[in-house]
C-alpha cells in the first residue's frame, strides 16, 4: 500500500516539476508572458510580412539587411544601412503599412568611408 501511495504521488507531483521549473509554458518565458490572442498575433505577422515586402520590393531598402519584428501594432526595425536617406526610407515604408501604430528605428548608418 506504501509503495502505491508513492508511486501515485510522485506521478501527481511530476506535473508541477515543469510548472515550477520552465514556467508552465511549453513555449518558453515570451508565450508565458504574453498575453495576445492568436488573432493579435496573425495581425502583428501579416503586419512584419507586408513591411518585409515592402523593403525586399524598394531598390535603396532592398540593397541592405533590415529586420523587422511587430508586437501589439509597433514595429522594430534594426540592422544597418548604408545611408540615412535608406534608414529613413526604410522607417516610412513601415509607417505607412496598414495597422502600424508606432516604429521604432534602430537601424544603424555603417560608416562607408573606410
Known amino acids: 500500500m506504501r509503495l502505491v501511495l508513492i508511486l501515485l504521488l510522485s506521478s501527481a507531483l511530476t506535473g508541477c516539476t515543469a510548472m515550477l521549473v520552465g514556467g508552465g509554458s ?9 498575453e495576445r490572442t492568436a488573432s493579435q498575433v496573425a495581425d502583428d505577422s501579416a503586419i512584419t ?9 524598394d531598390p535603396l531598402v532592398s540593397e ?10 509597433t514595429v522594430t526595425l534594426w540592422g ?13 515604408l513601415a509607417s505607412e503599412t496598414d495597422g502600424v501604430r508606432a516604429v ?6 555603417e560608416d562607408q568611408s573606410e
Open 49 to 57: 510580412t507586408r513591411i518585409r515586402g515592402k523593403h525586399a520590393a
Open 104 to 109: 521604432n528605428n534602430q537601424i544603424i548608418i
Open 26 to 34: 511549453a513555449g518558453g518565458y515570451e508565450a508565458a508572458k504574453a
Open 80 to 92: 544597418t544601412v548604408g545611408s540615412i536617406r535608406a534608414r529613413d526610407r526604410a522607417e516610412w
Open 64 to 73: 541592405f539587411d533590415v529586420r523587422v519584428k511587430t508586437y501589439e501594432g
